[in-house]
């Protein structure tokens, strides 16, 4: 027992999908690092497994019944105070719709329904089933509720059809559910994270960006969001979903970017700025689309707004700003110029000339360096990975601030 979730308690709810004995699995995974598991099952889940197998694997008796409080020996309310999280797995189709519009017509509907705590749902179905605009309806309405939806895998599925729709791995649902209940060290964080890449248009259809796709800010924001803070996202263009975060505000261009942080900039308490932010734009801006005409087109460039210098300049107390820099060359020489004609407290730098290290990749070749000099060689990294160094770093930072 590795003992992760150790003195914890989790409530498993099993509902009626063909997926529902890979739930028995992930009880014992559960168990193995040191939680408790009270397993509460819809009447259709029997069908598929018996609610022996989950008693004796937990050795807690099952919930099924909302009004047989005798024999399970636990009420709707209890189960739905007394844990630490509640995961839903396999989720079926019909109940993720039930929930989404709040009906309680069974046990396991009623307890997440009473349910102040963190819940977690495990979507398996039928591909044209999990693809139904109406289930897709329902899942959008659930995750801007706060529910956490593990997105279910691409596959062969039991029904005989290939796509979307299996039961996401269980090694996956289990680092998600470790990531929900570990400390909540950061909880008084309100964080601003800027992310993806602006557009600086010349007409009306041409534009100069870069190839970010907004997945480092991503897995900061997961990281920073697991471990209790508050997440505001403003971001260019990305291929990532923002949704699940405390609020989300999408810009084009560098200017729009600093606009938009204006706004709140004084109500965060860290700053961490991922986003590629165009260095020129367009000396002008050209109504209409430029047609093809002469053999060369001279264009002129002017210098951008410097979104992350504004907020440099800008900084109050006790607030912590986080830069990142993408370079080819003196990579730790320009990263500390930037913390200072910047007025950075930390910057990540990343060397971009290393293989698999930068844009559209899911790692990076990193240094964590802070105001004081210090230096942090972190070498290449996933990019989940560099998310735990810097929410470790900025905790212990916090300590000093
Ligand atoms: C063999 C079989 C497999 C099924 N598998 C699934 C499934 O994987 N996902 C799903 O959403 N529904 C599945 N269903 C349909 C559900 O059992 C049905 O929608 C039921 O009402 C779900 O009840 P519950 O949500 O109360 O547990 C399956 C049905 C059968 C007969």
Redesign the pocket.
């Known amino acids: 027992m590795s003992g992760e979730l150790k003195g914890k308690k989790i409530v498993l709810g099993?509902?009626?999908?063909?997926?529902a004995y890979k739930a028995c699995e992930l009880s014992r995974m559960i168990i193995k690092e040191g939680a408790q598991v009270k397993v509460v099952m819809?009447?259709?889940?029997k069908?598929?497994v018996s609610s022996l197998t989950f008693q004796y694997l937990t050795g807690n008796k099952v919930a099924d019944d909302m009004y047989d409080l005798e024999e399970s020996g636990i009420s709707h309310i209890q189960l739905a105070d007394e844990n630490d999280l509640i995961v839903i797995c396999?989720?079926?189709?019909?109940?993720?719709s039930?929930y989404a519009n709040g009906i309680a017509d069974?046990l396991?509907l009623n307890v997440l329904l009473a349910s102040k705590s963190q819940i977690i749902l495990c979507?398996?179905?039928?591909v044209n089933?999990y693809e139904n605009n109406l289930i897709q309806d329902n899942i959008k309405k659930l995750i801007k509720n706060g529910i956490h939806i593990v997105e279910p895998d691409s596959g062969a599925l039991?029904?005989g059809w290939i796509g979307k729709?299996r039961?996401a791995n269980l090694e996956t649902i289990m680092e998600i559910i470790k990531k929900k209940v570990q400390n909540k060290s950061l909880k008084k964080e309100n964080v601003l994270i800027t992310a993806g890449a602006t557009r600086e248009y010349m007409d009306p259809v041409r534009f100069i960006s870069n190839p970010s796709t907004g997945v480092m800010g991503y897995c900061i924001a997961e990281e920073f969001q697991s471990k209790g803070a508050k997440i505001n996202i403003v971001a260019g263009y990305n291929e990532v979903n923002f949704d699940k975060f405390d609020s989300y505000k999408e810009i084009t261009t560098a200017e729009e970017m600093r606009n938009e942080i204006s706004k709140n900039l004084n109500k965060y308490s860290l700053v961490i700025k991922t986003a590629a932010v165009g260095d020129y734009r367009f000396s002008t801006r050209l109504d209409n689309k430029v047609k093809k005409s002469d053999d060369v087109f001279r264009v002129e460039l002017e210098k951008n707004i410097d979104v992350l210098k504004y907020i440099g300049e800008n900084k109050k107390e006790n607030q912590i700003i986080v830069g990142f820099a993408a370079e080819t060359q003196n990579v730790v020489e320009n990263a500390k110029k930037k913390i200072n004609s910047k007025n950075l407290d930390l910057i990540v730098a990343n060397d971009i000339s290393k293989k698999n290290s930068g844009f559209g990749q899911s790692s990076n070749f990193s240094f964590l360096i802070d105001s004081s000099g210090n230096i942090d060689e972190l070498g290449l990294i996933d990019k989940n990975d560099l998310a735990k160094k810097l929410a470790s770093k900025i905790e212990k930072m916090r300590q000093n601030f």
Do not use: E, H, Q
């Open positions: 099993v509902t009626g999908g063909i997926s819809t009447n259709n889940a069908k598929f396999p989720a079926t189709a019909n109940f993720i039930k069974n396991l979507p398996a179905m039928n089933m039991a029904c729709g039961l």
